[in-house]
């Protein structure tokens, strides 16, 4: 069953999605239609059988999706526009459905089961005395077992020597007989053992997904990335979100609202993410932080967490994924003084180099002056033309992305022979 709103992400209309398909009608922010720059993917977006209704989620629904994704985890993952998606399809969520009563306002607490790993108990310290009595007790027991087995045996007496010779012929027969049974049931066996052999050549490989099936398999999948035999359960779907940004199914999946992966591309379980300096080895819930709050240096990592049944938190560290070293393949620039000296930033206290506004900016228009002209605006002038607005140091912005430049500090500037 198609859901009554489908609100589209960037990724659907890039990819060229049969949106028509999956959605009675068409719902999504202008912010994704700026995304797409494309000329072939804004030609397609123009031949669209029916139009894309665009719509401004509440700022109430915004701040509830701000507020849920950084528990989640993911706020530093997701754009402007990614926000704004989000915060739609719970508000069309919430309207059709008449409440959200039925969505979560926390997230899941991920528990794993059978994590919980007991510590080595050290024999000098944890052992109880009863316990070490018992063992005790069981040592001589074990030494008087062991002197039984190897006693000598006695004589035995005639009359059992030649019950003991009749036994011995009889158990002979016996195993001859199961000998040839035996290899009669491994000739049948290999035979069979060839049979599903040649079967098996003989297979085309069905299971497997190759480059000429591979459009029937993503056929056989439904919006929700399952298998069609389990379409009947999805049924009272009314809004659905269709995207291929990981980050936003995990905060859709975690509310319950329902997700629509772009080429059967959706996550299979919910994660949870903090921050995890790998310098002093602290962590922090605060995804926003650029700096370790304890520590003070740029070494933060954003690694998955969970809890085990006793309630204790497991951290999973991707050993696979390297730490990022870039920029540190060249030496520190030198300090550069004044207000257009863009100085790496290594830890967070560091002091910075006084950013005041311009003359410009600064200049103060009275209507009532004497010489006041009434052609001129009574507001303020916002400087857009100097160079201090045009590299970004007005209105208290942070230049970060200036921190590790791509070309190398210390190379000297290539001549041009002008003096």
């Known amino acids: 069953m198609k859901p009554q709103y489908l609100v589209v992400d960037t990724a659907a209309l890039v990819k060229y999605v049969p949106l028509w398909e999956y959605g009675e009608k068409l719902c999504s922010v202008p912010e994704v239609i700026s995304e797409i720059r494309d000329k072939e993917a804004r030609q397609r977006l123009e031949a669209l059988p029916f139009p894309i209704t665009m719509r401004q989620p509440q700022p109430h629904s915004i701040k509830f999706v701000n507020e849920f994704s950084k528990k ?158 389990e379409v009947e359960e999805e049924k009272d779907v009314q809004v659905a979100c269709i995207t291929g940004d990981f980050s936003m199914q995990n905060v859709l999946k975690h509310i319950g609202l329902s997700v629509m992966g772009v080429d059967g591309r959706l996550i299979k379980q919910l994660k949870t ?62 300090p550069k003084g004044g207000k257009h000296g863009r100085n790496p930033i290594l830890v967070a206290d560091q002091r910075e180099a006084k950013k005041s506004s311009s003359k410009m900016s600064r200049k103060k228009i009275n209507p009532l002056h004497e010489d006041y002209n009434p052609d001129q605006t009574p507001f303020a002038v916002r400087d857009v033309y100097s160079r201090a607005a045009q590299l970004g140091y007005i209105g208290g ?23």
Request: aromatic share 6%; hydrophobic share 20%.
């Open 72 to 229: 989640t985890g993911d706020y530093a993952s997701l754009s402007l526009a990614d926000i704004k998606v989000l915060a739609l399809t719970y508000e069309l969520e919430v309207e059709v459905q008449g409440g959200s009563s039925h969505l979560n306002s926390e997230p899941h607490k991920i528990i794993t089961e059978g994590a919980v790993t007991k510590a080595h108990q050290k024999e000098e310290f944890n052992n109880p005395p009863e316990q070490e009595e018992e063992e005790a007790e069981k040592c001589p027991l074990r030494e008087d077992t062991e002197a039984d087995d190897t006693q000598t045996h006695e004589s035995p007496e005639p009359g059992e020597e030649e019950r003991n010779c009749t036994s011995q012929e009889n158990e002979e027969d016996s195993d001859s007989k199961t000998d040839t049974a035996e290899n009669k049931g491994e000739e049948e066996s290999n035979e069979n053992e060839e049979d599903k052999e040649d079967t098996d050549d003989n297979d085309d490989g069905g299971g497997w997904i190759t480059c000429e099936n591979i459009k029937k398999h993503k056929g056989k999948r439904n919006i929700f990335g399952h298998v069609e035999e």
């Open 273 to 334: 993410y903090i921050l995890r300096c790998h310098a002093c080895f602290r962590t922090t819930s605060i995804m926003d932080k650029i700096f370790c709050p304890h520590c003070g240096n740029k070494t933060l990592k954003k690694v998955s967490v969970t809890l085990d049944p006793d309630g204790t938190q497991r951290i999973w560290i991707n050993t696979k994924r390297p730490i990022n070293k870039k920029g540190m393949k060249y030496s520190l620039p030198t």
């Open 397 to 419: 912005k942070n230049h970060h992305h200036f921190y590790w430049e791509k070309r190398n500090p210390n190379e000297p500037q290539r001549r041009t022979g002008k003096k």
